[in-house]
């Protein structure tokens, strides 16, 4: 082909995936469907190596996509600066994502935008269903329902929270129905203020069986997370940044951003995705007692 393509997300021409990550000179093992995102080695004596035509195929997050301003404010006051192409622009290979939640007075379901560090939107998530458990507990604690969804809409990944009166435990989804694991919390978090952090809430993220991570609040207000690895070292971290006097004072919205310290694949990546984009709604269900 006469004309090379500009790094970006292209229909995969091994035909093994819906979609491969040109990098601007060669096919990359990144990989991604309607299940996530996922590593697959290309075949290197497949003609198919050619660039792909920027002018024939559809890259949903390309140079044309509109950058969020805002998002880019919050990036720099936060510490990180925006670098080009990090991540491939998408929800599962970025390692830097925003999450901003939109600012309703009187909200009900929660919806939120995800960008990269660029200030693209390469998602989101939406609370849906209504759980007649809110009449029992309270609508905090009621049974909650989130859909991760891609940059064009389509859904991802499912998070349930049952009702609850104590202990939370997320079930994590593929948009086909199979479990991807659970995030399940450990303790309640009661007095840790005044315990000096030592019992601060903390939940364990587990697939088939197996304990992969944990996520611990930094603080008695649960609004910013330490993610570990099982040997206990820092893989990521969720936080909570500013999200604007009018957001802050006269509505629920908060706004975090993740940043994940090295890559993360399979089960673990979309659990540590998942907790980010849940951290408000379901993890933190009684952060807003807890700042009044």
Known sequence: MSQQATPGWFPDPFGRYQHRWWDGTLWTEHVGSAQGQFTDTPVSASPAQTAPNSAVETNPMDSSAPINKSVLNQIRKHGIEAAENVGGSSLFTEQVLVINQR?????????????????????????????????????????????????????????????????????????????????????????????????????????????????????????????????????????????????????????????????????LLSLVVSAALAVDTVLNQDGDQRRR
């Open 103 to 267: 600012a309703k007075l009187f909200e009900r379901k929660a919806e939120y935008s995800v960008f990269n560090q660029q200030g693209v939107r390469v998602g989101g998530a939406r609370q849906f269903g209504m759980s007649m458990s809110r009449m029992v507990v309270g609508q905090e604690n009621a049974t909650k329902r989130i859909q991760i969804i891609d940059e064009s809409g389509v859904p991802v990944l499912t998070l349930i929270r049952p009702a609850t009166f104590l202990k939370s435990k997320i079930t994590v989804m593929r948009d086909d129905g199979t479990p991807v694991g659970h995030i399940v919390q450990e303790n309640l978090g009661v007095m840790a203020s005044l315990l000096g952090g030592r019992f601060n809430i903390r939940f364990r993220m587990e697939s088939e069986g197996e304990v992969l991570g944990t996520i611990s609040a930094e603080s008695w207000h649960a609004w910013d997370f330490s993610i570990q690895d099982q040997r206990g070292a820092e893989i990521a971290r969720i936080t909570k940044t500013w999200a604007g006097f009018s957001k802050e004072m006269f509505t629920k919205a908060d706004n975090y951003v993740l940043e994940m310290h090295r890559k993360l694949e399979g089960p």
